[in-house]
């Protein structure tokens, strides 16, 4: 099994994506998200039925719009019968519609769930990928609040994707159909100038493309700095919540330190932060405002000025005057749904780079220093773990054990001693395969458990048996344990197996350790690496911790990277570190901006 290491070094503020790709770059991208998903089938059997529904609703339309005529017409003349008449179509009519629209909803609804399961799974399913997470999380600003990029950004992204993507598709058959009625209804009218006639064939349609295209131009020309603001927004919104994340955690010690002022002014220069980008955000949108707001009015009086010239030469009556304002209202509101949908628009392109961008560093953060050497990982047919010429590099420099070939047998007690300074913790993650740049080899006992315990160990939220049984869902009897808890000298927990709770906030810190190693009499690993575990713990839960390796887990072997031995503690064997701080060292790596956290972990690996 292996333990999670403890949380790492970040960097603390996310600034927006700057990747340089293509819309299309990202699309694809998305596609790619899609493509082996378990959900893109549903998506697709949900998209054609609403594009099924649209089409049906927009044929529904042209009826309504037809039935315009007559019952204007039975207006203009006072035919009572021929009104009533009228009505009740209308009223069969807007039943049909709103069954349709009513499923057309639904339908949409459930893209929208399916597309944001979707994207939400792949993302988790490439951010638990073996050791990336840990790359990513410390892979600079970009792998700062993964949480919000996958819980909040996917699913506003998805919001987004199913509103913009139905409204376009509707729009845009709704626009073919209407064109048709609106040309047909402009027909072999002619305008007189002085003794010449002028024939614009289907001027309405023209007329409506004119008025809405400079709508949208004059709407993209004013609202196109939204894109910028609206992802600036986003990342000083994620700085603001890790920064209470963060100061939520360390409560206890913020508290003991008397530094609530401190974080208080903290909080507020991220609230600021926030608030200066929603202040530029809103007078970009009130600028926007100016022009759709204006074309809005001007959308009262536009269809009846342009269909008047008609009205007025006698060539439609009445209620082909409101058949022609109902059809350029489709026409008009199918070319504005870019006006309509800017705001929107500049969201959703903010809010898909942040995606995509976040997928793009989740894929090559396995790839981050790509062209140094990387430690070699074999398994032994031999049950022994072998090192042979390791050498770990960070961007301090390089760490080395002193000896060439080193080989450990079941059962051994090894301790690898070093300076402060000597890389102790990055060579505990490159046995980990956590830190795998450097060079030599390291030799895994084949099909036998290795346990990681780092400095901090890692407990799942939920039962006291989950957390013992952790990354295993096995089930375990309550008597094995028991057994372990007791001797670890937590007989105290024994009966809180089926207790949820975070065990990291309710046990101290020795608790949580002599937890851990309880962790090893229940799954009884051949292998244990163990990161300064042992270092800071009290005499008498040390005794406790190590007596475990004396009687149940004698058989064990135990490789201890930390400080030369305290309180009489004997291994068999010591191995020193080297550290060469004049070697070459790692060369500076970002991902999405920023300095690397990889390096920053690197620097402040003791």
Do not use: C
């Not at 955690?249 to 913020?254: T, V």
């Not at 949908?341 to 500049?346: G, L, Q």
């Not at 450990?408 to 490159?430: C, E």
């Amino acid at each position: 099994m292996k333990n999670q290491i403890g949380n790492e070094t970040q960097a603390r503020t996310p600034a927006a994506p700057s990747e340089g790709s293509s819309i299309w770059q990202q699309f694809e991208m998305m596609r790619h998200a899609f493509v082996a998903s378990p959900v893109l089938k549903p998506i697709l059997w949900l998209a054609a039925g609403s594009f099924t529904i649209i089409i049906v609703t927009a044929i529904g339309q042209i009826v309504l719009n037809r039935w315009y005529r007559p019952f204007f017409d039975a207006i203009e003349r006072r035919d009572l019968n021929s009104f009533f008449y009228q009505l009740m179509l209308f009223v069969l009519l807007a039943g049909v519609l709103l069954v349709f629209n009513v499923a057309q909803q639904w339908l949409n609804q459930m893209v929208r769930l399916k597309l944001r399961e979707g994207l939400t799974l792949d993302l988790i399913g490439e951010w638990m990928r073996p050791r990336r997470a840990f790359r990513l999380a410390n892979a600079g600003t970009i792998g700062v609040n993964p949480d919000q990029r996958m819980q909040e950004d996917a699913g506003h992204l998805a919001d987004l994707t199913t509103s913009l993507g139905f409204g376009l598709l509707q729009s845009s058959i709704l626009l073919i159909s209407f064109v048709g009625v609106l040309w047909s209804l402009s027909a072999g009218f002619a305008f007189q100038i002085g003794e010449r006639s002028l024939e614009i064939p289907g001027y309405m349609v023209w007329a409506a493309i004119l008025y809405a295209g400079s709508a949208s131009w004059l709407s993209w020309l004013v609202g196109r700095r939204l894109i910028v603001l609206n992802g600036e927004r986003y990342a000083r919104e994620a700085d603001l919540r890790f920064s209470m994340m963060h100061a939520n955690e360390h409560i206890d010690g913020i508290s003991l330190a008397g530094g609530e002022a401190g974080e208080r002014r903290r909080l507020q220069l991220d609230l600021s932060s926030v608030l200066d980008a929603t202040r530029n955000i809103f007078r970009a949108e009130i600028n926007l405002a100016w022009v759709q707001d204006g074309y809005g009015w001007v959308t009262v009086v536009a269809p009846i000025l342009v269909a008047a010239p008609v009205y007025f030469a006698g060539n439609i009556s009445f209620g082909g005057l409101m058949m022609a304002v109902g059809a350029f209202n489709q026409v008009h509101s199918s070319l504005k749904w870019f006006v309509a949908n800017v705001s929107a628009i500049t969201d959703w392109r903010a809010t898909l780079l942040r995606v995509a961008a976040f997928r793009r560093a989740l894929i090559t953060a396995d790839t981050l220093h790509g062209d140094e050497k990387r430690i070699e990982f074999v398994e032994n047919e031999s049950a022994t773990m072998t090192f042979e010429n390791l050498e770990v590099v960070s961007r301090s420099g390089r760490t080395r054990l002193a000896e060439s070939r080193i080989e450990i047998a079941p059962g051994q007690r090894v301790n690898i001693i070093g300076d402060p300074r000597a890389g102790k913790t990055l060579v505990f993650r490159a046995l980990a395969g956590l830190w795998p740049w450097g060079s030599g080899r390291v030799g895994m006992p084949a099909g036998e458990a290795v346990a990681f315990i780092p400095r901090a160990p890692y407990f799942p939220r939920g039962r006291l048996r989950d957390a013992l049984a952790y990354p295993h869902a096995d089930s375990f009897p309550d008597k094995v344990l028991v057994t372990a808890l007791s001797k670890v000298g937590l007989d105290h927990l024994a009966t809180s197996l089926d207790r949820e709770a975070r065990w990291e906030r309710e046990l101290g810190d020795d608790e949580q350790r002599l937890l851990a190693f309880a962790r090893l009499l229940v799954q009884k690993p051949r292998w244990v690496v163990i990161d300064e575990a042992l270092e800071t713990m009290d005499a008498d839960a040390l005794k406790r911790a190590l007596s475990i390796f004396e009687a149940d887990l004698r058989e064990t072997a135990v490789i201890k990277i930390g400080r030369t031995p305290r309180n009489g503690v004997q291994f068999s064997r010591v191995i020193h570190l080297v550290k060469d701080a004049d070697a070459p060292a790692l060369k500076p790596v970002r991902l999405g901006g920023g300095v690397s956290g990889l390096e920053v972990a690197a620097r402040g690996a003791p």
